[in-house]
């Protein structure tokens, strides 16, 4: 079992930085890729990013040119730094570690998530 705890929400004003951090911990690494899903109020469960065990990054097309991912296989850690960002940008964001099957990501393990508050 794989427990995943997140940090660094908060509020921030419209064109801030925030950077959000998540740490696996568990009896066994057996993931494929972590990454950040985010929600906001009334909406879908969305992607923002993920980062695979090879270092490769994938990222939403709202999250391009604004949002960086980075993590640390041997510590299990991903981070997500969030810049320019915008009020449509406030949502719960949640880590998940995921393993690839049947030719996408299934998202297995998910913490308990993070409030970002966007104001503007």
């Known amino acids: 079992q794989v427990q995943l705890v997140e940090a660094g929400g908060g509020l921030v004003q419209v064109g801030g930085s925030l950077r959000l951090s998540c740490a696996a911990s568990?009896?066994?690494?057996?993931?494929?890729?972590m990454g950040w899903h985010r929600q906001a109020p009334g909406k879908q469960r969305e992607l923002v990013a993920l980062r695979t065990n090879e270092g490769d990054t994938t990222f939403a097309h709202f999250a391009e040119g604004r949002f960086t991912i980075s993590g640390d296989n041997a510590k299990s850690t991903v981070d997500l730094q969030m810049s320019s960002l915008k009020v449509e940008d406030t949502a719960v964001y949640y880590c998940?570690?995921?393993?690839?099957?049947?030719?996408?990501?299934?998202?297995?393990?998910w913490g308990q998530g993070t409030q970002v508050t966007v104001s503007s």
């Open positions: 998940a570690a995921g393993r690839w099957y049947g030719g996408l990501y299934n998202w297995v393990y």
């Open positions: 568990g009896t066994k690494r057996d993931f494929d890729a």
